[in-house]
């Protein structure tokens, strides 16, 4: 059971970010706009990361909720924290000429609203969405770097064994994410 709660860790939305962001902000050609890699990454950080994350963390040491929000009335507020917050990185995003970003902050805010009404009447695997950021890095920088979806299939796999998802749910989650970011990415960044 440990280690199926680590890989829920490590898949933690806003944890998984970071490093997606991270990976986004150093190697990408698109990712400075008129601003420097500093201000995005700080921007990305805020706003995608640890804005999304405090709500969360903050709830759970409070013991308001488990850590896998397993009621899925409890989890409205926060997506529409975390998704207000990507579309104001989204915006700055904008203003600052950062693109590829941009697009990243857009996909995220989108995934996040879309899941949220699914959710509302519906359980859906929000750690499975792990698919839409693996997506836009395939879509970025080669396709080749598909095979890391390999790290959703364990991610789907950790969240049925741990039962806070069936198989339907992690299937659902990553299937909408993986089409709403390669979506995103094609209308704004067609190959």
């Not at 963390?57 to 409890?74: C, P, R």
């Amino acid at each position: 059971m440990r280690l199926y709660n680590a890989i829920g860790i490590a898949s933690f939305p806003p944890v998984l970010d970071f490093f997606v962001t991270f990976v986004f902000v150093l190697f990408s050609p698109l990712a400075a706009g008129a601003s420097s890699l500093l201000h995005i990454f700080l921007i990305a950080f805020i706003f995608i990361s640890v804005i999304p994350f405090i709500p969360t963390a903050y709830s759970v040491t409070k013991g308001l909720i488990d850590f896998n929000v397993t009621k899925k009335e409890q989890r409205t507020l926060f997506f529409l924290i975390a998704g207000g917050s990507y579309l104001i990185a989204a915006a700055l995003f904008f203003v600052l000429g950062s693109q590829i970003m941009l697009y990243l902050a857009l996909s995220y805010a989108i995934i996040d609203f879309i899941v949220m009404l699914i959710n509302l009447v519906w359980k859906i695997s929000v750690h499975a969405t792990i698919a839409g950021p693996i997506t836009a890095i395939a879509y970025v920088f080669g396709w080749q770097y598909l095979i890391l979806h390999i790290l959703t299939l364990v991610v789907m796999w950790s969240r049925i064994k741990l039962k806070v998802h069936n198989a339907l749910q992690v299937m659902a989650g990553a299937v909408v994410s993986a089409l709403i970011t390669f979506s995103v990415f094609y209308i704004f960044m067609p190959l």
